[in-house]
């Protein structure tokens, strides 16, 4: 069996975890226009973006062009490989990202993921059930607590 030439391999979606730090000098409310900006070559290319997580501002491990902190962002996107390079290469020409780490979750990552968001939305959809409380917690039910097993009653 022959090898394929490059050309002739299909090009198929596959899904991607891009983990962005933008410059902390940014405005929080000029994130998500950022993100948007560059996330435009995946819908053009025809993949989609499945989730955007922005984290907010976290202290940096070191220091990253003397700025001890960030704004971090995880996009979860769907795209051909090309799409993805050309993502990545237009991140790192804008100066307001000043790193950027693009993955591919192999398929555990991506079902229990999926399994915490429903968790997640399942329970903010349930009313709250309070744990009815052990015995030994309430007073009633202690020894010590009664008025007949204390020493000063005797």
């Known amino acids: 069996m022959a090898a394929?030439?490059?050309?002739?391999?299909?090009?198929?979606?596959?899904?991607?975890?891009v983990?962005?730090?933008?410059?902390?000098?940014?405005?929080?409310?000029?994130v998500q226009p950022t993100l948007d900006q560059?996330?435009?070559?995946?819908t053009k290319g025809g993949g989609t973006v499945d989730n955007i997580d922005i984290w907010g501002r976290r202290r940096l491990a070191y220091e990253i062009n003397k700025k001890p902190e960030g704004i971090y962002a995880v996009v979860d996107l769907t795209a051909e490989p090309a799409d993805v390079k050309e993502l990545e290469r237009l991140m790192t020409i804008n100066e307001a990202i000043v790193r950027?780490?693009?993955i591919r979750p192999d398929e555990r990552r991506i079902e229990r993921r999926k399994a915490e968001a429903r968790a997640k939305a399942s329970k903010a959809k349930a009313p709250?059930?309070?744990p009815?409380?052990?015995?030994?917690a309430r007073p009633e039910a202690r020894p010590e607590a009664r008025p007949e097993a204390r020493p000063e009653a005797r």
Request: no cysteine; charged share 50%.
């Open 19 to 30: 983990m962005v730090i933008i410059d902390p000098d940014v405005d929080d409310r000029q």
């Open 38 to 42: 560059h996330l435009a070559v995946i």
């Open 100 to 102: 950027t780490k693009v």
């Open 4 to 17: 394929k030439r490059p050309e002739e391999v299909e090009l198929r979606m596959r899904k991607y975890e």
């Open 128 to 130: 709250e059930a309070r």
């Open 132 to 136: 009815e409380p052990r015995p030994e």
